[in-house]
């Protein structure tokens, strides 16, 4: 019988997991990103090899995944993704990702459910692949499809968190 993994375009689904992230946070970012324009290249290297390594060792239950410069994931056990913030200033673009790996899982046959922890608020955010938020998670991959099929990036439209982006210079240096 086929397993739903051989299906599925793993590397196309992890790189998804990032832009769906960058979606969220700035739709320009995305689209130099997807351009090969990667000045954060070897974070997201680090991410993706590792993810990939959870499920290649899922007995190996505690990792901590580094997703761009903000964003830490811990694959805790069985039963949940685990992410930790540090601000809740890209919290819509954590829990999109958050939701994405939680589809992703799904997909794979896996069940899970997303945490979101702030520990400098002394929050946390429970986070479930609802029919809705999985509604969300496809909205946003067409989304992506959508941005990255235009010829021209969008233009730098400058928001609080510019200045900490990667991009800063190549937008408004
Ligand atoms: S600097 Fe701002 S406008 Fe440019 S890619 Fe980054 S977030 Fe987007």
């Given at each position: 019988m086929?397993?739903?993994?051989?299906?599925?375009?793993?590397?196309?689904?992890?790189?998804?997991?990032?832009?769906?992230?960058?979606?969220?946070?700035?739709?320009?970012?995305?689209?130099?990103?997807?351009?090969?324009?990667?000045?954060?290249?070897?974070?997201e290297k680090v991410l993706l090899g590792k993810l990939l390594s959870e499920y290649a060792y899922p007995e190996k239950t505690r990792r901590e995944i580094l997703i761009d410069e903000l964003i830490k994931i811990d694959l805790m056990d069985s039963e949940e993704i685990r992410e930790i913030k540090y601000s809740n200033r890209l919290a819509n673009a954590n829990r999109i990702q958050v939701l994405y790996y939680l589809y992703y899982l799904k997909l794979l046959g896996v069940q899970r459910k997303g945490v979101i922890n702030y520990p400098k608020m002394r929050r946390k955010e429970e986070v479930s692949l609802t029919p809705e938020a999985e509604e969300e998670v496809q909205e946003a991959?067409?989304?992506?499809?959508?941005?990255?099929?235009?010829?021209k990036p969008p233009v730098a439209v400058k928001k609080s968190y510019c200045s900490k982006c990667a991009y800063y210079e190549f937008c408004f240096g």
């Open positions: 086929t397993k739903i993994y051989d299906r599925i375009d793993l590397q196309a689904l992890r790189m998804n997991g990032v832009k769906v992230n960058y979606l969220y946070v700035c739709e320009r970012k995305l689209w130099l990103f997807d351009r090969g324009i990667q000045m954060e290249k070897n974070h991959l067409k989304k992506v499809e959508e941005v990255l099929s235009s010829r």
